[in-house]
Every structure is written in C-alpha cells, then in structure tokens.
C-alpha cells in the first residue's frame, strides 16, 4: 500500500490494477479528483452530481465510485507549506490509475511555470485527448456545426511545450547563440541566413521518434477499436521539416510496420480507385467522395484511411470540410490551436472535454481556465467537466452511465434550460445556476 505525506489511505473502494496489459475496473474503483482552484469547486459539485447520479440509475446500486480528495494548485499549497503541486498528488494519480481534475491556476512570479504541463511531464501523460461533437441546440458560429465530430490526439510532453527556453541576455543563452552561430552554422553562404540575432531568446523544439510513436499508436488502436473511417497527422513539415516534417514520417512508417492489416494510405486507396473504364485513375477528390458520403470510388475494406495536412490547411479543413475527417494525430503546439478551435465551431471550451492519457494513466480534465472572477457564485457552466467525466466512464467501460448522461445534457439543452454563457445567446432559454444545470442533466437521464 502506498503511504502518502499528508493523504490517508482510502478506507473505502477498490484500486484499479493492471493485469496482462489491460486495466482492471472493480465496481466500486477509487478515483482521486481535484477540485481545481477559481470556478474549480463550483464545476466539481455539478459534475459529480450528474456522474454520480448516472451511475446509480445505470447500475441501481451495483456500481459506485469511492472519490478520494488530492490537492493541486491553491488548495495544494494551503495543506502543503507553500507546495502547489505536492509529491502525494503524483503518486496518488499514478497508484490508483484513473483520476479527474478541475482547472488550476499557475503561481505568478515563481513555481511551476504550468501546473497542468507539469503533470502531464512528471507522469509521462503523452498524449492529451480531446473529442469535439456537436449537442443539437447548441448556438454556433458555422452553419452546420453537426458534421465536425473529431478526436484530437495531441502530443503532451515534446515540442515547445516542453519548456527548454533561455532568456535573452543570460550567460547560457549567449553561449548557446554564440555556438549555433559559429560551431554549428559556420558563416558559409548556405547557413548564413540562418545565424541567429545577438539579441535573441531561444527555445528548443524536440521531436522524439519514441514521442510521436507513442501518440500515433493510440491514436490508431482508438480508430481501429471504434471503425472510424480515417486517422489524419496534422504537421508543419512543409517548413519544419526535421521535427513536424518527421512527426508525419515516422508516423506512417510505424502505421504500415505495425498495423499494416488495419491502414491503407491515402495514396494508395488513390492509386487503386479506377474510372469506369477500369484504366485511367480517378481524381483524387474522387477517390475519397465516400468519406463525405459519396459514391465509393477504391474500397478501405474496414481499414483506417492514413492521411496527413499541413496545419494552416487543416484549419481550413476543419471549418470547411469538417466530415472528411474522424481522428487527428498532432504535435503539441498545433494540436493545442487545433482543438480550441474546434471547439469554437459546436459551443467554445465550456462544451469541449479532455484527458491526458498515458500507458494506462487516465487524468481527465475541464479544458477552460480558473475563471476566478466567476469563482463561488454558482454560475459557469460546467459543461466541460462533465464531458470528460463520461469520457472517464467509458474509460471504466461503463458506456451505459456515460450514454445516460450526453442523453442528459442533450435534453436539456434542446428544454433551453442552460447556464448563462448560452442562455445569453438562446432566444426563449431559461437561465440556470451551474448546479441547477447539473439537477436538470439528472432529471433528465434515462
């Protein structure tokens, strides 16, 4: 049994284990949640009421979650001398496999420079998950938010986000400049261009093979499990050829090694598709009409379609041909604009939940901020957490309590009986507080 500094030990509950590679879910798992800071409490009450309440009329009694209390943030450092994200949170998140969080403020002027990035690098969380769906009612700014319905795989813990900067004017930032400059880029007139400014900042950009791999094949097995129609890498190749460029390489070699009886490639479901006379290759915009609807012209055969797109496309595709598309893979920077501004398309981030996955570590979360101007008056909707608590349920494999609760939210939501973010943009709707919001998905499950 794992001892903790400053947590007693669950009396209650069952520990989820890994046997044989497979998580193994008791009917009454212990789930350590944090509450999160700002508007944090406020959500939590809501999406606990509407997660317990699914629970008990899917399973009358039979299956139950015993929640265990860790501490991250302003919370963490009132129990932990100052200490915003305690050693007992990491070990409680990894002994017990699965957990949920609210959103958390970052210290101002010291600490850690992101909470939540320091999570997902000490637990080696890899890959952060984010479906968007459209729930009917909804206000939006597109005219048919109902065809984008994606899962967005982005890599946690490489690319800039893996925080290697050096302020402008320290020792080790000159020296660095000044070794790029004239050890590594020799003033020849092919890397003269690239010599870097005297007055620069620098940051590192890393792309791993072990990295990208990592997030493709969960990607892939999530595409492949569910008999979606296509996994998409999203990259900026086209200029960043040796990172973004190589994230999509190594992508498609890992497919076609690994998973070669599950993918076919774009090019080659092209190259196989043949006009009428059975000779001249169609366009290619023919080839993949069955994506969007068409008339099927080269059959995938159940497999997953692997393509790839530039990232400033793929915001293009996103809003304009949402429905070719079902699973992105991306790098993290991309996926971080990518997923906000999907989410943008069927509500903004108060609709759009997420997880940051691991091997097995399961860490969902509320994708918005603190909020704290909003903080304690019962008022935000909470929306986003609850999301991510039914992507926690089917986590668990417990499908029948998450259905219940998208079924919830949808009925309310066409009943107009939200909170104030939409009410505000709903002709008729009635406003809500955020936990009357939550009582109303209960009342109306099943």
Not at 219 to 243: C, E, F, Q
Not at 247 to 252: E, L, N, P, V
């Amino acid at each position: 049994m794992t001892k903790f500094e400053k947590l007693s030990y669950p009396t209650k509950g069952t520990k989820i284990e890994v046997k044989d590679g497979k998580p193994q879910i008791p009917n009454d798992p212990i789930i350590p949640f944090i509450e999160g800071d700002g508007i944090g409490p406020d959500i939590w009450r809501a999406a606990k009421m509407v997660m317990d309440g699914a629970i008990a009329k899917a399973y009358g009694g039979k299956k139950r979650i015993e929640w265990f209390e860790i501490y991250a943030g302003e919370k963490a450092a009132a129990k932990y001398d100052g200490r915003y994200m305690p050693q007992d949170t990491f070990d409680a998140i990894t002994h017990f496999i699965v957990a949920i969080k609210g959103p958390l403020t970052t210290p101002v002027g010291g600490g850690f420079r992101s909470l939540n990035v320091t999570l997902r690098q000490e637990l080696d969380l890899f890959a952060c998950v984010r479906p968007v769906r459209y729930f009917k009612g909804v206000p939006s700014p597109v005219r048919q938010p109902e065809k984008l319905d994606v899962i967005i795989f982005r890599e946690n813990t490489e690319d800039v986000y893996a925080g290697i900067e050096f302020r402008q004017g320290t020792e080790v930032c000159d020296k660095l400049i000044k070794h790029l400059n004239e050890d590594v880029m020799p003033g020849n007139k092919e890397t003269a261009k690239k010599r870097i400014r005297l007055d620069s900042g620098i940051g590192i950009k890393p792309i791993s093979i072990t990295g990208s791999n990592n997030l493709q094949r969960k990607a892939i097995r999530w595409a492949i499990a569910r008999d979606l129609p296509s996994l998409t890498l999203v990259h900026k190749g086209n200029i960043m050829k040796y990172t973004e460029g190589a994230f999509k390489d190594w992508g498609y070699e890992m497919f076609v090694r690994e998973f070669r009886d599950n993918v076919i490639t774009e090019d080659e479901l092209w190259d196989q598709a043949k006009a009428d006379d059975g000779v001249t290759p169609i366009t290619k915009e023919g080839a993949f009409a069955h994506l969007r609807g068409g008339k099927p012209a080269g059959d995938r055969n159940g497999r997953v379609v692997i393509k790839d797109r530039i990232a400033d496309s793929m915001f293009q595709q996103v809003l304009l041909r949402p429905d070719e598309y079902s699973v992105i893979s991306t790098p993290n920077l991309n996926g971080d604009y990518l997923s906000d501004a999907c989410a943008a398309q069927v509500g903004g981030l108060g609709m759009a939940p997420g997880a940051n996955m691991g091997e097995f570590v399961g860490l969902f979360e509320a994708t918005h901020g603190t909020a704290p101007k909003y903080a304690g008056k019962d008022m935000v909707n909470p929306g986003s957490l609850i999301l991510s608590g039914v992507m926690m349920l089917e986590y668990l494999g417990w499908d029948e309590a998450a259905k219940l609760v998208t079924d919830g939210i949808q009925k309310t939501i066409l009943q107009k009986r939200v909170t104030y973010d939409l009410h505000r943009q709903m002709e008729g709707a009635v406003k809500l507080k955020c936990s009357e919001y939550a009582a109303a998905i209960v009342e109306n499950m099943g």
